[in-house]
């Protein structure tokens, strides 16, 4: 589909969705959940297109995600995760969404029956772990990107995700912390520079 920020996308019916999903409830990995049915049939803009995310599990650094994005206010609640508060922004595979007119008759949503019984019963690793998209990233996104993958950035200017000047300065930013990392492996401490921090130079 291309999507770029700002896109007016609608989110499929229970049905269309349902047909895209494994046994597991996913799609590529990735898990359509309980708290996403509510946005069944509802109009929303791309915030951002997610074809990169930071491993925050493994710390792993950057890894790819395929044709995913992020919907302007789409967070999730939580209420079939224990009531959990984080609040995160929820994942949407493109296929589970279509591009719209603003002067399109929008279509009354039609629930599924079969799609909230899938979902829940998939809420649970265990008795005392959920599952949601957090949990099940890295096999959502199993590739790492590299910060050199040049490509990326280009991504984030065409997609609308940032501006050129912004991409820039974050680019350089990893480019000196990359530095400041390699200079505290081979020079003596007395040539690092500030100490050899990271960008921000903060200690802890």
């Known amino acids: 589909m291309n999507l770029r920020v700002g896109d007016l996308v609608e989110v499929r019916s229970e049905a ?6 494994d046994e597991r409830g ?10 996403m049915a509510r946005f069944c049939g509802r109009r929303m803009t791309v915030h951002k297109v997610a074809h990169k ?8 650094g950057m890894r790819r995600m395929e044709r995913a994005v992020h919907l302007t206010g789409a967070r999730c609640d939580g209420e079939a995760h224990g009531g959990c508060q ?9 296929a589970w969404l279509r591009r719209v007119d603003p002067d399109e008759p929008q279509a009354a949503p039609e629930p599924e029956p079969a799609l909230l019984p899938l979902l829940l019963a998939r809420t649970r690793k265990d008795a005392d772990h959920y599952s949601c998209q957090a949990t099940e990233l890295l096999r959502a996104a199993p590739t790492c990107l590299p910060f050199r ?3 990326q950035y280009v991504t984030d200017v065409r997609s609308g995700n940032a501006g050129v000047g912004s991409v820039v ?6 480019l000196f912390n990359r530095f400041q990392e390699f200079s505290k492996k ?6 690092w520079f500030r100490r050899g921090l990271r960008w921000g130079f903060v200690e802890g």
């Open 86 to 94: 984080t609040a995160c922004s929820l994942y949407w595979k493109e």
């Open 186 to 191: 081979v020079l003596p401490r007395r040539l």
């Open 26 to 35: 996913e799609l590529e990995s990735l898990p359509f959940m309980p708290e």
């Open 169 to 174: 300065r974050t680019f350089l930013v990893g």
């Open 53 to 60: 995310l930071c491993d925050t599990i493994s710390r792993s």
């Open 149 to 151: 993958d040049l490509g």
């Open 16 to 21: 269309e969705i349902l047909a895209t999903l």
